[in-house]
């Protein structure tokens, strides 16, 4: 089955630009979403195919996807966006999700 | 965007059934793919079932494959989740979410705020 391997922990300073991956075979031939979830709250989406961000999410929100790499950008990171992080995508008409990374805005 | 609210959650015991709800309030329910997905510590953020518009074509995770099944009533605009046979890893936040499903693109874009269920004896 298709695996999405995100890093489990990333940190960053308020102000600075943080980076999330998330890597699978060949997941650049495919759309990745991301969403973001804090604490006690579901999940919301906050890029979809790639690089689109649903309305209402900040311009600070950005992706990208190429080779076996997605990456979410969060360009001068504020503290509430501190939270849970997952990328998903579609393989073999199943959805699979990555396991997550926690963002600390410290 | 779309309301959704789960309900149906509760304790039961392993190899017991538990029926989960989830009722829209947004327009044109109908028109959209919509899908249960659930969260636990031990497995993460899991997808488990999607189902078309009309209900007609229907999708399964291979983890509740044949244990469970995902149905849809637009007139009441609501989804519902029958699972059977549940085991304790099964124990987790079950949301359900409005699946979007076009030219390629899949991702869900609004999602309720969950509904526990806790399989132990």
């Known amino acids: 089955s298709y695996e999405l391997t995100q890093p489990p922990s990333v940190s960053v300073s308020p102000g600075q630009t943080a980076r999330v991956t998330c890597s699978g075979d060949k997941l650049g031939g495919k759309y990745v979403s991301w969403y973001q979830q804090r604490p006690g709250q579901s999940p919301v989406l906050v890029i979809y195919q790639d690089d689109e961000r649903p309305s209402g999410i900040p311009e600070r929100f950005s992706g990208s996807n190429s080779g076996n790499t997605a990456t979410l950008t969060i360009s001068g990171t504020q503290p509430m966006d501190e939270a849970e992080y997952y990328c998903q995508a579609w393989d073999n008409s199943l959805y699979v999700f990555g396991s997550g990374t926690r963002v600390t805005v410290l | 965007q779309m309301q959704l609210v789960e309900s149906g959650g509760g304790l039961v015991t392993p190899g017991g059934s538990l029926r989960l709800s989830c009722v829209s309030s947004g327009l044109a329910f109908g028109n959209y793919y919509m899908a249960w997905l659930r969260q636990s510590p031990e497995k993460g953020l899991e997808w488990l079932a999607y189902?078309?518009?009309?209900?007609?074509?229907?999708n399964y995770a291979d983890s509740v494959k044949g244990r469970v099944t995902i149905s849809r009533d637009n007139a009441k605009k609501a989804i519902y989740l029958q699972m059977n046979t549940l085991r304790a890893d099964d124990t987790g936040v079950y949301y359900c979410?409005?699946?979007?499903?076009?030219?390629?693109?899949?991702?869900?874009?609004?999602w309720g705020q969950g509904t526990l269920v806790t399989v132990s004896s």
């Open positions: 979410a409005r699946d979007w499903q076009q030219m390629g693109v899949y991702y869900f874009d609004s």
């Open positions: 189902i078309s518009t009309s209900g007609s074509d229907t």
